[in-house]
């Protein structure tokens, strides 16, 4: 009796085994579900290492874009986007506050001169836009196909939606673009992974270029790689600077490296302040260096926020006005917030070399109108565009709105493209 049992228990055993070895082959957990036929488990929020652009390859045309007209088939059969100066190809995107992407794509040189750009916008959770922004810059290099350097961009703290825009500088020239992606390679609010600066009182981001443009605004090609080193590469044009936030009245060490380029006038490190309303204040400050020699050179100096601010612009550029296609070097920028005690204790020593100019930029206004331009203002009142630009902190210079008060540098004045002296 006793082995009749045993002989039934084997029996219901190895029948379970085979029952369970069989819904395994074919897919079935006995928990009712399908491995195949498993609902497929949505995210609302993107993970790392994630794509989280739509038709970044364009493959399914304009899903995503919204410009069935941009869209291009090559002879290979590769679907890819053109554009000229038009805002109008862009994607909508969730991108999560206070996190880091990465951004990466191809493009490939067509009739427009100047840059292929890709631009980012970010807006809070009423539909307002943020101050901050970025515009990433290539200059094509042959006519095919090439990578734009991977680049890493951060979304504020406080950014509900974000924008992205392939265009170039050209109204009547387009430049084409394929494979865009954008990654997600931190977790919310920490930024462990690409902040590389330990100190906690220093502002300034990626102040030694070894993570691109991250934290700056400018052409990804500026970076430069020599020795082991990144530094950025500049000539007469405001397109490299970082906005930082600061505090009202507080005073900032300010410290760089610069290495004379192909230029034989200074260094040129322009700090701009901008009050709550994103409008630039009069005051300014303008920090030259000299070189002595072919070598990387020091440049240290202190600047106090005026009272009525709550961010500066830092510009890093050649002071060569006549933009005769000359540059210099920079490396290692640093912004940290200091006390009058605490400068007691620093032995700051300032070179001959350098000299800061305390100054305040007049201007004039003007109230935007149906159908004007940045370039058609600039034009009207003889004012270089970039200066205009630089003047109202323009995060997005293609789109003016009617009313809106822009502010006219005045040639007679300390303005972005003057050097003043002492």
């Known amino acids: 009796m006793r082995i009749r049992k045993l002989k039934l228990a084997l029996v219901v055993f190895i029948s379970l085994v085979f029952v369970v070895a069989l819904a395994y082959l074919i897919g079935i957990h006995l928990d009712g579900g ?63 506050p206070h996190t880091t992407y990465t951004v990466s794509a191809y493009t490939k040189k067509g009739t427009a001169r100047g840059p292929a750009r890709i631009a980012f916008n970010f807006l809070d959770v009423n539909g307002a836009k943020l101050p901050q922004f970025y515009d990433i810059k290539y200059t094509h290099v042959g006519d095919s196909w090439e990578k734009i350097p991977q680049q890493f961009i951060m979304v504020p703290k406080n950014a509900a939606t974000a924008w992205i825009y392939l265009l170039s500088e050209d109204p009547k020239g387009y430049h084409c673009f394929d494979n865009v992606t954008v990654t997600r390679t931190s977790e919310i609010g920490d930024r462990k992974i690409t902040d590389i600066s330990t100190d906690q009182n220093e502002l300034m981001i990626n102040g030694d270029f070894e993570m691109g443009l991250y934290g700056w605004i400018g052409m990804a090609d500026q970076i430069k790689y020599e020795n082991g080193n990144r530094f950025i590469r500049n000539g007469y044009n405001w397109e490299v600077f970082q906005i930082i936030d600061v505090n009202p009245g507080q005073k900032y060490l300010i410290t760089a490296k610069t290495r004379k380029g192909t230029s034989s006038k200074p260094a040129r490190i322009k700090v701009v302040f901008l009050n709550q309303d994103e409008k630039r204040v009069p005051e300014f400050f303008n920090i030259l260096h000299s070189f002595d020699a072919a070598g990387w050179e020091n440049v240290t100096e202190v ?120």
């Open 34 to 96: 399908s491995k195949k036929n498993a609902p497929k488990v949505t995210k609302s929020e993107n993970t790392v290492l994630e794509a989280v652009i739509l038709n970044g390859d364009f493959e399914k045309g304009d899903l995503g874009w919204g410009n069935p007209g941009a869209i291009q088939k090559e002879d290979s059969g590769n679907h890819c986007i053109i554009n000229n100066c038009s805002w109008e190809v862009r994607q909508e995107m969730n991108l999560l």
């Open 303 to 422: 600047i106090q926020a005026p009272s009525s601010v709550n961010q500066l612009r830092v510009y890093l550029l050649s002071d060569d006005p006549k933009r005769s296609g000359t540059y210099c070097d920079f490396d290692n920028i640093s912004l940290k917030p200091v006390t009058d005690e605490g400068l007691k204790k620093m032995l700051i020593k300032n070179s001959e070399l350098t000299r800061m100019v305390h100054g305040f930029q007049e201007s004039g206004q003007y109230v935007v109108k149906a159908g004007d331009t940045v370039s058609g203002i600039a034009l009207q009142f003889n004012i270089p565009e970039q200066e205009l630009i630089s003047a109202n902190a323009f995060s997005d210079p293609g789109k003016l709105e009617v009313g809106q008060i822009i502010y006219l540098p005045q040639g007679s004045a300390q303005s972005l493209n003057q050097t003043a002296t002492p």
